[in-house]
């Protein structure tokens, strides 16, 4: 059985990890302020069998050569993602 999000929130804030979920309530700006965190990842996708989920995770692996996680929100559909960034 899992934890509770505020559990898992506060690890992954103590050790600087980012949180790559299917769990709404982490996509929450006001709750879970990105901008905190080394970076959140919410997946929105049709399907939540293990081959379906990794193989959008890894088609994610090219973002991180131009995008920057840290501090920013990534909703992750299955055709697209939508990256919110707290404006400078």
Known sequence: MG?????IAAVCLAEKRAII???LDF?????YPPA???GLV???VSSQDREHV???CRGL???FETEVLAGALWIVEDERV???KESP
């Open 3 to 7: 934890r509770p999000d505020p559990d």
């Open 21 to 23: 979920t299917l769990d």
């Open 27 to 31: 996509a929450d700006i006001r709750t």
């Open 36 to 38: 905190s965190y080394a």
């Open 42 to 44: 919410v997946l929105r």
């Open 54 to 56: 990794l193989a959008v």
């Open 61 to 63: 692996l090219p973002m």
């Open 82 to 84: 939508r990256i919110w």
